[in-house]
């Protein structure tokens, strides 16, 4: 079960549990001292495919396991990497200093925190028995312990995987579990950078229009704030080392009370929005961009909807981008179908193409296009 173990887990538990690397021995070797314990010293190679890596590790752990007056067994599976993502949130205020909070608030902080996961998880594009192994997702999602201080809960989100052939399934190395955790990670991490930017109602409504926001994530937001609404939440995720996470994903996320007046405002609008089910609009591309480490991007249509101008806003996927880039340098004229999402306020109109179904471009006198299924289009994040 040892041998299991990578040199980077071994290391990173020695480092958090009050040891340090006191020295290096011909640039091959690293000798480990603790703080608590100060006769220990335990010796690891630099490299895990050094030839005695399984017999020093062997070593370490003998020698690690006695000083704490652990098991083996027990401090290998203290080493090893968590089959999860641990989603902790955090909500502070005068009230929750000691570690206490009113019942059914940490009650809808923990289940607004678990809805706002599921909504994302069931945002992700369609694939063989979706509903399925959604639903064994679900199933192996538990519930961590709270934290004195403030009041914090955790969520262990699962590394979920599907099958062997999941990197052909979602082009992408990361675990079905990885994939959701990274979503909901991405989008609160996006409503609240606009929640700290944005102050008019109407630019707020666009974006969170933009980004997919319904009334069933208003409601889990203003849940998590408590019934007086006086507390900040910070929602942070401890990634498992068992997959690759980006450094752009280990900030903090941030929601402050002084915001949740914003997010019942919103709410309030989308009691007015109208939905188009299938809709053809044509006109110019008025802004097309996407953020360098993403494949989908962002384009405004400008174009008349019931006698009005209006900017139209839709995600573009990389397959698209090439071809609405193109219509936006020349001007062209382009047409798009799709599901229209459109609310009003203050006699401002803010839309959104929520997916499409159909484009078309009119050049040299010929109309060219394509009616397809633009499902990862609708992947707001």
Request: with cysteine.
């Amino acid at each position: 079960m040892s041998m299991q173990l990578s040199l980077i887990d071994v290391t990173k538990y020695l480092a958090e549990n009050g040891w340090y690397k006191a020295s290096e021995l011909r640039g091959t070797f690293q000798i480990w001292h603790s703080h608590k314990f100060p006769n220990s010293e335990v010796t690891l190679p630099l490299n895990q495919e050094h030839k005695r890596y399984s017999s020093l590790l062997l070593d370490t752990l003998e020698e690690v396991s006695e000083y704490l007056k652990v098991t083996h067994d027990t401090l290998v599976k203290q080493i090893s990497p968590l089959d999860y993502d641990a989603i902790m949130v955090r909500a502070t205020a005068d009230d929750v200093q000691n570690g206490s909070i009113p019942f059914e608030d940490g009650m809808n902080l923990l289940s607004s925190s678990y809805k706002l996961l599921k909504y994302c998880s069931i945002k992700i594009k369609k694939f063989k028995d979706k509903n399925k192994h959604l639903g064994s997702y679900y199933s192996h999602i538990c519930m961590g312990q709270t934290q004195i201080g403030s009041y914090v809960v955790a969520i262990h989100s699962p590394l979920y995987r599907v099958n062997t052939e999941e990197s052909e399934l979602f082009d992408s190395s990361s675990s079905l579990g990885r994939m959701i955790n990274k979503l909901f990670y991405t989008k609160l991490a996006k409503v609240s950078a606009i929640f700290e930017q944005e102050y008019e109602i109407e630019l707020i409504t666009q974006k969170l229009l933009e980004l997919g926001i319904d009334k069933k994530d208003c409601d889990a937001l203003i849940e998590i704030f408590g019934f007086k609404s006086h507390r900040d939440i910070e929602i942070k995720v401890n990634w498992s080392s068992k997959e690759f996470i980006d450094v752009k994903y280990k900030d903090p996320i941030s929601f402050y009370s002084r915001n949740v007046q914003k997010i019942v405002d919103y709410r309030e609008a989308l009691k007015d929005k109208k939905t188009e089910k299938s809709i053809q609009l044509s006109g110019e591309i008025a802004d097309l961009h996407r953020s360098y480490d993403d494949d989908l991007g962002r384009a405004k249509l400008r174009t008349k909807y019931h006698d009005r101008e209006i900017s139209v806003s839709f995600t573009v996927s990389e397959e698209l981008y090439p071809i609405i880039a193109s219509a936006h340098v020349d001007k062209k004229v382009i047409t798009l179908t799709g599901e229209l999402e459109v609310v009003k306020v203050d006699n401002r109109v803010s839309a959104n193409f929520k997916y499409l179904t159909k484009w078309s471009i009119f050049e040299n006198l010929e109309m060219t296009g394509s009616e397809f299924d633009l499902e990862i289009t609708n992947k707001k994040l």
